[in-house]
């Protein structure tokens, strides 16, 4: 079946430092491919997405791109600060689909 | 203010006490589902809803079950939980299905003993 599968944590970076965190999914059908952060003791919320190859999504310094070809959405980030420690998934969700299949997640830490 | 509310927050009951966490939104959405999230597994799909009196499976229903009857309420009922029910428990919903973003609520983290 349909698969995320996300970089085992926790990733522990210094502020400023460069992120990246690597999702790779299951090629069936034309999935658009999300990034959610769940900050602590809260519920998930939408970092970013991209719905077609080569669509690059960003939000807050964050970037992703759709790569069909090695079937990958790899978060980024040039410059973490503190307050970007959480937890990261990614997640990937079928043209017309209801289902959607979330990564393990990934815990970022970043130290001052 | 657009929100997905969850109630309760947390829960401590007993094996076989039948409990109810109830999930209402405010934005109108069609859809809606229920995850579970426990550690290393990330988030599994329970159930789902694409409409009022509109519900389907997903990864993980077994001892869950749900209803829709108006369209901002989806509660998860569960009729005998089991310690293996000992979990984080998320409502989400959404416009639609596809590249919609999902909006979660804030979790239920519930205990069975």
């Known amino acids: 079946g349909d698969s995320v599968t996300q970089m085992e944590g926790p990733v522990t970076l210094s502020e400023e430092a460069f992120l990246t965190i690597n999702c790779t999914y299951t090629?069936?059908?034309?999935?658009?491919l999300f990034w959610y952060v769940q900050y602590p003791g809260e519920g998930l919320q939408l970092l970013l997405k991209?719905?077609?190859?080569?669509d690059k999504g960003s939000n807050k310094g964050f970037e992703a791109t759709y790569r069909k070809e090695t079937t990958s959405f790899h978060l980024e980030k040039g410059s973490v600060q503190v307050s970007d420690s959480a937890v990261y998934f990614c997640?990937?969700?079928?043209?017309?689909?209801?289902?959607?299949?979330f990564g393990a997640g990934t815990r970022l830490f970043v130290k001052a | 203010e657009a929100q997905v509310t969850q109630n309760p927050r947390y829960l401590i009951t007993v094996t076989g006490k039948k409990l109810t966490v109830t999930c209402s939104q405010n934005?109108?959405?069609?859809?809606m589902s229920w995850y579970r999230q426990d550690p290393g597994l990330g988030l599994r799909q329970i159930y789902y809803?694409?409409?009022?009196?509109?519900?389907d499976k997903g990864d993980v229903p077994e001892g869950y079950k749900v209803s829709r009857k108006e369209k901002r309420n989806f509660p998860l009922i569960l009729e005998s939980p089991s310690p293996n029910q000992t979990s984080l428990y998320f409502c989400?919903?959404?416009?639609?299905?596809?590249?919609?973003?999902?909006?979660f609520g804030p979790g239920t983290r519930l205990t069975v003993t």
């Open positions: 934005m109108n959405h069609e859809y």
């Open positions: 997640a990937r969700r079928n043209t017309g689909g209801f289902k959607t299949i």
């Open positions: 809803s694409m409409n009022v009196e509109v519900t």
């Open positions: 991209a719905t077609k190859a080569d």
């Open positions: 989400a919903s959404s416009l639609g299905t596809s590249s919609y973003e999902q909006y």
């Open positions: 090629a069936t059908g034309y999935p658009s």
